[in-house]
C-alpha cells in the first residue's frame, strides 16, 4: 500500500492563495502535493471534487472538564464534538481535577487524555503564583502548550481548585495574588519564552460592584452588565500589558470583549510590547441585545458587550490586533443553566460551533476564506510554536486537513451537538458554510457530520 | 489709617504680563492698583522699587507632623518656615494624629492649626475606604481642600494611622484597600466635584520585589531603585486614569517622578479625562547620580529616578501636563535620617527652599518668571478652588504677595533652616533669585529672611 | 481735570476671573483699578453697572477696500462700523490699491487710514514672491502687523494688484509663485519673526475642478462645493507646515474651514511646529444646510463647509488649536453680489456683526464669557506682539475697552450696518449679549449702537 | 520525457517557513512538490542539495534605457545582469524612447523586449497628464503592469521625452503639470484599479535651492544635500497622499530615501489610506558619509540621505510600512558619471546587485531570509496582480525559481558586471549568501554566475 491517503480534486487554501491541487498522505505527513495523478494505491481516498482543503483547524481555548466535572463534559464527548466541527486540534485549559500545576499532573493528564482523544491536543499549565512559580520551567520543559493566570481567583488550599466566589472569610483558600505576587509570576514564565494567557477581569471591582447591584434585586442583562462593566477588562489587560512590557512574558488577552481592550492591545503592539489576543465567536456574532431572545444560555464570562464592542473586535481581527478566534469550549448541565442570571455558572458549547459560525461570517463577506485559515489554523499555530507541523497545508506537515463546503446550508441545532452538556447560544442559527471532512494524522475522522474516527488523537508539543 | 499697607514702586508679575504699578491694601485685601500715588496715611510701605511683586505662593503638600510626631516638626515652625520661603498658604496633609478622616477630626484639626499659624493654611481629607467612605461628603462640606489617598497603604484599626510597613501576619490592622473598595471611593469623592489626590506607587509590586533584593544584601541606590522601578508608579497612575474616566471623579496625581507618569497623564489629557499633576523639585533638579554626592538625605517616596525621567517631567511642565510644583514637605530628624538606606524613613524639608530653587531655574532660564508665578500662585488656587482669591494680584483679592529680588544671590544652608528637623538635600546649593518680602493678608511676615509676623494664618476653604 | 474718563460700577472680566472694580483712565492708558472712589473730577463718567467691562475686541482680519474699491467700502465706514460692534482695533489687510509690498506704499496707507480711522488699527504687509522679497525685512522694521500671503493667486504686471481669475493664457501678469518661489518667502519673512498669514487653498485644484464641473451647468450650492472640495484646505495647509518646519517661520492659517484643516494644524501644534490659526464666524454658525434659506450673500472663500467641519472648528476653539477669531470682513455691494454662484464675488460684511454673534454663542454656553475675552482680545493682542498694550485691563495698559451687556437682546438688520455696502449672511439673525459701549484710548466711541467719536484712532506697531 | 525539470534536495523557503521537498516542474509550471522521488526521467536536474529555493525574485524598477539612451544600457544586457543576478522577472520602466504612453507604443515595446529578454517582464505604462490622460484605461486593458508619474519633470512637445532640466525660458516643452492636472491624473489611474507609482521629490522647491546653492561654487556632497532636503520628498508624498484619499488611487511611492517619507506612509495606512512604498539597496547600505569613499557613482535621485533616514527605512521594513525592495538599476557610462556632482547624471547599476547585497543583510541578521521572499518575490507579486503565479512556490505557480547558497562568500566586482555600463557604488564590496541558480519558465538560465539561458523571457500581464 503506497499512500495512507489521497485528497483529491480539491482548492487549497492558504493565507495567501488558493489553488487546485491532489495532497498524498503517508505516515500521518503530507508527502507529496500536485496536479498529477500518482501512481499507487491507497488506504483511503477522499474526493474534495468543489470543495476547499484547509489546514485542520485549531482550538487553542477548551474546558473540557476532565478530569473534574465529567458530569458536565468529559474529553471523550470534547473531542467527538471538535472532530464534528472540523477542528483537528485543541488545547486544554488546565484548571481540571487535578489541576495542571505540575509536572506530575501534566504527565498524568496526558494519559488521561490519550485515552479519549478523538483529535489531537495540547494541554496548558496553571499558574497559581507562589503556590507553583517554582514548577513552571519543569512544565515547560515537560511540554504544556502555554500557561494560563485565572487572574483575581482564589485557590483551595488542599485541592489548589480555583474557587469562584471567593469572599475573605473563607477559610482553606489561598486568596487571590497580589499584584507583587502576579508580577514573580510574569518574571517567571517569561523564562519559559512560552506565550502567558491571562483571563482579564478585575475581579475585585467586579465583587465590589456585584454586591451593590445584587442588592437591587434586579436581575436584567444590563443591570448584570453594569456589575461588570467594560473597565474591568481594561484595568487588567493594562496592568498586565506593563508586566510584559517590563519582564518580557510574551502576553496573551484571553477572550477579549471590550472596545477598551482592542484599543490597549493596538497601542501596546504598536510599541513593541509583546502581546497578542483572541477573541471567540460570542463576542463576534452577540452583543446585550441578544439576551431577550437567547437568555441565560448566553451567559460567558466576560459577558458579552454592546454593539460598538462587537464593531471594535471586528476591526481587531480587520487589521490583525487580534490574531486568533477560539471558541472558549464551557459545557454546563441544562438543570445548571437554568436560574437566577446573577448565580448560574458562566460558559457554554463552542468546539463544535465554531468553525460553521466562522464560515458563515466568510459567506456574509465578513472576513475572507484566506482569512479564516489564518484565524482558526495559521496564527494559532504559529503563536504556540507548533507551525507548519500544524497549520499549514505543506509538504512535511501533519496530515491534519479540514475539508469545507461553502455552498452547504445548515441549522445548529442543540440536540445534534457531541458534548455531554449541549447548552448553546446558538441553537436555530442557521449558517451557510460547513466542515464536511475532518482528517486527524492522515485518518478521516468525520465525513458530512458523522464521526467515524477513533481514538487517534495525539500530544502536541511547541517546537519553541 | 486709610490704608493698611502700600506696596510701592515694584512691577507686579502675572502668568501674561508684567507692568509696574502700586498697590493698596485695605483689611487684608488688595483695593487698589495704580501707577500714581494715592492721598492717605498707611500703617506699612513696603517699598518695591527693583523688584517682583508675585501673587502670594502656595505650598500644596505638607507634611508638618501637626498632630503626631511633633518631635519632627510642628505647625508652628513649618509655617515660620514657609514665611521664610516666600509661601503664602500652605495646604496640611490629613496623615496626622488624629488623621482628618472625619468632621470632627477636621475641626480639630483647624483649631488646632489656627494656633500655630504663621501663613494661610488650608486642611486636606484622608480617605481610608470603607472606615471612612460615609464621611466624605460632610468632611466636604466642612471644607476640606482636597481628598488625598495613600494608595497601598493599611491602617490601623483603633488609631487609624497609616502602617507603613504592612505585612499579613499583622494583627489589628484594615490591610490595603483591594480595587473594588478603591473604586467605590473614586465614586464618592467623585461626588464632591474635588481633587482626588492619591499617591501613586503599586505597593505589592514594591513590597515583592524589596524583599527579593533586600536579600541581595545590596544597600546602594541603583539597588534601591531597582526595588521600585518605574513601573510601579504607571501601574498605579493607569489603573487610577482608568477609575476617574468611569467615575468622573478628578484626579489628581501627587509628586510625579517618572517619564511613564508623565506620558500617561498626558494622554489622558489629551482623551478629555479630568486628571491633574504636581512634581517636586527633588524631581527637578535631583536624578540618582546625585545620590554619592548627597547620600540618605534625598530618600524620598516616589524615589528621584533617572535623568531621563527629569527630562520629561521638565516637558510636563513646559507643555503643561504638570500644572503646579510643591514641596512634599516631610521632615524627619538627622537621627532617623542615618541609616541604612532600605530602612531610614522618607521625606525632606521643602517648604523653605521650594521658591528659592524654583526662582533659581529661573534664572536658568528652564521657565520664565511668569511660568513660576503659574506653577506657584494661579494654578494651584484654580485647582482647589481658591482663585482668584489667592494666586491673584487683581482688586478684591486676598493681599498675600511674595515679593523676590531676581537679582540676589543666596546659598541654602541647612542648619538656618526655620524647620524643626533641618534634613535637606540642598545644604550648600546656590541660587539666584530669592524671595525677599512675604505678606499674608496685607501684613509683611518676613523681611529679608526675618519672620516677624505673628500667628495670623487663616484656614482657606474652596469656593467651589 | 484729573482723570480723562472713569469706568464705574462694571465687572471686569478677563480669560481667568471676573471681578467689579472701577477703571480710572489718563491720557489714554488706565491708570488705576480700584474697589474705591478716588477724588478728583472726569472729563467722562461711564456708569457699568449690570454691564461687563472687557478689553477692547481686535478684529485681526479686515478688508476695508481702502484704497481701491472705495465704492464697495472705505476705511471711514468699516471703521465706524468697527466700533458699532465693539472692536476697538482691526488690522487692515494688504490686498488693497497701492498694495502694501512695500515701505512707501506702509507709509501712505498709515496716512490714508488715518485721516479716516475711529478705531485703532494695524497694517498687514503682502508678500508677492521674488517681486517683493527683499522689502520683507523693511517692512518689518517700519511696523506691519504681520505678512500676508494670497497664496496661488497671480499679480498684475504694473499694478501688483491679485489677479483673481488668473489663466495661463493672460499677459502682463507674474502667473502665481511655484512652491520654490514660496519656500524662499518662507525662508524671508521667518528672519522677520513676524506672524506669516496665509489664505491656504490649492487653487490648481480648484481651477482644474471649476473648469469640469462649471460644464455641468449645475448653480446649486452642492456643486459649488465639490468644485472647492476641503482637500484643497488641507493640500495647502500641509505645505505650508512643512515649509514653516523647515524654515522656522511663524505659520498663521488664515479662516480655517475644514476639519481636515483642524486636525493638521492641531498635529503640527503638538510636533512644535510654529502655527497658529483662525477661524470666523461664517464658519462657526453656518454650514451648507444654511445656503438654501440665505443664498449668494454667505458666498466666501473658503467656502462654508459641512456641519462635520463646523463640529471640528468648534472643537479647535474649546482646546485652543484654533486661537482666535476675525470676520474677514470683505464687502461687495448687493448688485455684485446677486447672480450666478459661480462667478459673484465672495465676500461679506463681518466687522460690526461678529462681537454680537460670539457674544450669543455665549449665551447659548458654546463658550464662556472668558473664552470670548481670550478669542476676541488677549489672544489676537500676544499673537501679533501687542500685549499687554492691546488686550488686557491692567494698570498702563491702552484705555481700549468693550463694555457689553449679556442681558440685551437685539436682531441683526442688514440696513443697520455702518457699512457702505451692507450684505451679511445675518440679517434677521436673533442675539442675546451686545456691545453697548466702545472705547478707544479713554474716548467713548459708540454708546447704545450710537457711534459717537471721531477719527481717534491709532496706528498699533508691534513690539516684538 | 515526463518531467521538464526536477530541482532535488533543497529547502524550499517561503515567508512562513522552510522545508525540504523536491519540486517538479512541467510545461513552465510547478506541478508537484513532494519529500519522494517520482518515476520518470527530466530533460533537466538540478541538485540543490544545501541549498535554498526560492521563489523567483522579481525586481520591480529597472531602466534598461531600451529603446533610447541603449549606449548606456539595453534589454539584452540588463535581463543577462537580471539573470546572473538572481532576478527572474523584472518591471522596466516607461521612459523609453518611445515612451510608453499609449497603446501603440505599448505594444511596440513589448515587441522590443520580447526579443532580448533572459527573463520574465512586465512593462510600466507612463503618465504625463493631460496629454495621455485619455490613454490610461486603453493602456490598463494592454497590459501595463502599473502606471509611474514623474512628478515634476516636463515633457517635450514633440518626442514627449522627460525633460531633465526644466527652465521655463524652454521652447517646445510641455511645463510640469500643475497640482490640478496632477489630481486629474490620480482620478484616471483610480479608474484601473492599477498600482499608481510616484517619484516623490518637489522640483520646484529643487530648482529654487540649486539655484542658490550652485552659486555658492562648493561641490562637496553635504552642499548638494542641502540643495534637496528631505522636506522635497515629504512635501512631494504628503500630497499624493492627500489626493489618493480623495481619488482612491492605490498609491505608490518609489524609492522611499527619508524618514519623514516613511513617517507619512505609515500614518497613512494606519488611516486606511491606500498606499504602499518600495526602498532601494543604495538607501539601505549608504549614507552621505559614504560619499567620501565611494564619490561619485553614488549619486542617485532621490539622493543617499542620512544615517538617521536609513534608521528609519530599516523601520519601514521591519514593521512593514516598505513592502519590497526594488534596485532602480539606471545604468550610465562611466565618462557621464565622471565630473561635477551638480552636472552629472544620476543612477547607477542595480539589477545584478540588489539580491547579493539584500541576501548579505541576511547573513548579517537585519531581516531573515522569509523577509527576504517577501521583499523580493512575494510582496512585489501581489502589488501588482500577479500572486500566485509569480512569487509563490505552489502546485500551478511559473516555475520562476532562484536557489541561493548562505554560505557562498563573493566580492562584487564591477568589471565582472553584465550590464552595458558597469557604474555601481558597491565595488569591492564583500557579501555571504549569492544566488547560484536562476530558473525561469523552468529552465535554468543561469548556474554559478554563468548565464547560459537564452531569449525565452515572457511578458508579465496582471490579473488584476
Ligand atoms: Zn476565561
Ligand atoms: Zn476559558
Ligand atoms: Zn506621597
Ligand atoms: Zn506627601
Ligand atoms: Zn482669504
Ligand atoms: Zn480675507
Ligand atoms: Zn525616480
Ligand atoms: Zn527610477
Same mark, same amino acid.
Given at each position: 500500500?503506497?499512500?495512507?491517503?489521497?485528497?483529491?480534486?480539491?482548492?487549497?487554501?492558504?493565507?495567501?492563495?488558493?489553488?487546485?491541487?491532489?495532497?498524498y498522505?503517508?505516515?500521518?505527513?503530507?508527502?507529496?502535493?500536485?496536479?498529477?495523478?500518482?501512481?499507487?494505491?491507497?488506504?483511503?481516498?477522499?474526493?474534495?471534487?468543489?470543495?476547499?482543503?484547509?489546514?485542520?483547524?485549531?482550538?487553542?481555548?477548551?474546558?473540557?472538564?476532565?478530569g473534574?466535572?465529567?458530569?458536565?463534559?468529559?474529553?471523550?464527548?470534547?473531542?467527538?464534538?471538535?472532530?464534528?466541527g472540523?477542528i483537528?486540534?485543541?488545547f486544554?485549559?488546565p484548571?481540571?481535577?487535578?489541576?495542571?500545576?505540575?509536572?506530575?499532573?501534566?504527565?498524568k493528564?496526558?494519559?488521561?487524555?490519550?485515552?479519549?482523544?478523538?483529535?489531537?491536543?495540547?494541554?496548558?499549565?496553571?499558574?497559581?503564583?507562589?503556590?507553583?512559580?517554582?514548577?513552571l520551567?519543569?512544565l515547560?520543559?515537560?511540554?504544556?502548550?502555554?500557561?494560563?493566570y485565572?487572574?483575581?481567583?482564589?485557590?483551595n488550599?488542599?485541592?489548589?481548585?480555583?474557587?469562584?466566589?471567593?469572599?475573605?472569610e473563607?477559610?482553606?483558600?489561598?486568596?487571590?495574588?497580589?499584584?507583587?505576587?502576579?508580577?514573580?509570576?510574569?518574571?517567571?514564565?517569561?523564562?519559559?519564552?512560552?506565550?502567558?494567557?491571562?483571563?482579564?477581569?478585575?475581579?475585585?471591582?467586579?465583587?465590589?460592584?456585584?454586591?451593590?447591584?445584587?442588592?437591587? %434585586?434586579?436581575?436584567?442583562? =444590563? $443591570?448584570?452588565?453594569?456589575?461588570?462593566? /467594560?473597565? &474591568?477588562? +481594561?484595568?487588567? #489587560?493594562?496592568?498586565?500589558?506593563?508586566?510584559?512590557k517590563?519582564?518580557?512574558?510574551?502576553?496573551?488577552?484571553?477572550?477579549?470583549?471590550t472596545?477598551e481592550?482592542?484599543?490597549?492591545?493596538?497601542?501596546?503592539?504598536?510599541?513593541?510590547?509583546?502581546?497578542?489576543?483572541?477573541?471567540?465567536?460570542?463576542?463576534?456574532?452577540?452583543?446585550?441585545?441578544?439576551?431577550?431572545?437567547?437568555?441565560?444560555?448566553?451567559?460567558?464570562?466576560?459577558?458579552?458587550?454592546?454593539?460598538?464592542?462587537?464593531?471594535s473586535?471586528?476591526?481587531?481581527?480587520?487589521?490583525?490586533?487580534?490574531?486568533?478566534?477560539?471558541?472558549?469550549?464551557?459545557?454546563?448541565?441544562e438543570?445548571?443553566?437554568?436560574?437566577?442570571?446573577?448565580?448560574?455558572?458562566? %460558559?457554554?458549547?463552542g468546539? =463544535? $460551533?465554531?468553525?460553521p459560525?466562522?464560515? /458563515?461570517? &466568510?459567506? +456574509?463577506?465578513? #472576513?475572507?476564506?484566506?482569512?479564516?485559515?489564518?484565524?482558526?489554523?495559521?496564527?494559532?499555530?504559529k503563536?504556540?510554536?507548533v507551525?507548519?507541523?500544524?497549520?499549514?497545508?505543506?509538504?512535511?506537515?501533519?496530515?491534519?486537513?479540514?475539508?469545507?463546503?461553502?455552498?452547504?446550508?445548515?441549522v445548529?441545532?442543540?440536540?445534534?451537538?457531541?458534548?455531554?452538556?449541549?447548552?448553546?447560544?446558538?441553537?436555530?442559527?442557521?449558517?451557510?458554510?460547513?466542515?464536511?471532512?475532518?482528517?486527524?494524522?492522515?485518518?478521516?475522522?468525520?465525513?458530512n457530520?458523522?464521526?467515524?474516527?477513533?481514538?487517534?488523537?495525539?500530544?502536541?508539543?511547541?517546537?519553541?
Open positions: 500500500m503506497k499512500w495512507d491517503h489521497i485528497i483529491r480534486g480539491g482548492e487549497i487554501v492558504t493565507p495567501t492563495s488558493q489553488y487546485k491541487a491532489n495532497i498522505v503517508k505516515n500521518g505527513k503530507i508527502v507529496t502535493i500536485t496536479d498529477s495523478e500518482l501512481e499507487g494505491e491507497a488506504k483511503e481516498i477522499t474526493d474534495a471534487t468543489g470543495l476547499q482543503v484547509l489546514p485542520g483547524l485549531i482550538d487553542t481555548h477548551v474546558h473540557s472538564r476532565d473534574g466535572a465529567t458530569y458536565k463534559e468529559d474529553f471523550f464527548h470534547s473531542t467527538q464534538a471538535a472532530a464534528a472540523g483537528t486540534t485543541i486544554e485549559m484548571n481540571t481535577n487535578p489541576t495542571i500545576n505540575n509536572v506530575e499532573n501534566f504527565h493528564q496526558v494519559e488521561n487524555l490519550h485515552s479519549k482523544a478523538h483529535v489531537n491536543f495540547g494541554v496548558w499549565g496553571i499558574c497559581l503564583g507562589d503556590i507553583n512559580n517554582e514548577d520551567q519543569s515547560s520543559e515537560a511540554g504544556v502548550i502555554g500557561f494560563k485565572f487572574w483575581g481567583y482564589a485557590v488550599k488542599h485541592t489548589f481548585q480555583l474557587v469562584y466566589n471567593y469572599s475573605n473563607m477559610e482553606d483558600v489561598f486568596p487571590p495574588c497580589d499584584d507583587g505576587e502576579v508580577f514573580a509570576m510574569f518574571e517567571e514564565v517569561a523564562k519559559t519564552g512560552q506565550t502567558f494567557a491571562i483571563h482579564a477581569e478585575n475581579s475585585d471591582v467586579i465583587n465590589r460592584l456585584t454586591k451593590s447591584f445584587e442588592k437591587s %434585586g434586579k436581575t436584567d442583562y =444590563e $443591570t448584570f452588565l453594569a456589575s461588570r462593566p /467594560n473597565v &474591568v477588562e +481594561e484595568l487588567t #489587560i493594562q496592568t498586565a500589558i506593563s508586566m510584559a517590563q519582564t518580557g512574558a510574551k502576553l496573551h488577552i484571553l477572550h477579549v470583549s472596545a481592550g482592542v484599543h490597549l492591545i493596538r497601542q501596546a503592539q504598536k510599541e513593541g510590547i509583546p502581546i497578542t489576543a483572541e477573541t471567540c465567536p460570542h463576542y463576534l456574532f452577540l452583543t446585550n441585545e441578544d439576551y431577550e431572545t437567547i437568555g441565560p444560555s448566553m451567559k460567558v464570562y466576560p459577558l458579552v458587550k454592546f454593539r460598538k464592542d462587537q464593531d473586535i471586528w476591526e481587531g481581527i480587520a487589521d490583525g490586533t487580534i490574531s486568533f478566534v477560539c471558541s472558549d469550549h464551557a459545557p454546563h448541565t438543570e445548571e443553566k437554568n436560574g437566577d442570571l446573577w448565580t448560574i455558572p458562566a %460558559g457554554m458549547c468546539v =463544535e $460551533t465554531i468553525a459560525l466562522m464560515l /458563515n461570517a &466568510v459567506s +456574509e463577506k465578513r #472576513i475572507t476564506l484566506q482569512q479564516f485559515v489564518s484565524l482558526l489554523a495559521e496564527n494559532p499555530a503563536q504556540f510554536g507551525f507548519p507541523q500544524k497549520g499549514a497545508i505543506q509538504v512535511g506537515s501533519d496530515a491534519d486537513l479540514t475539508i469545507v463546503d461553502m455552498k452547504k446550508q445548515a445548529i441545532k442543540k440536540e445534534q451537538l457531541h458534548s455531554k452538556s449541549k447548552v448553546t447560544a446558538y441553537d436555530g442559527y442557521k449558517v451557510t458554510g460547513m466542515p464536511v471532512v475532518t482528517i486527524v494524522n492522515g485518518v478521516t475522522v468525520m465525513k457530520g458523522e464521526v467515524t474516527g477513533g481514538i487517534l488523537g495525539k500530544l502536541v508539543i511547541p517546537t519553541k
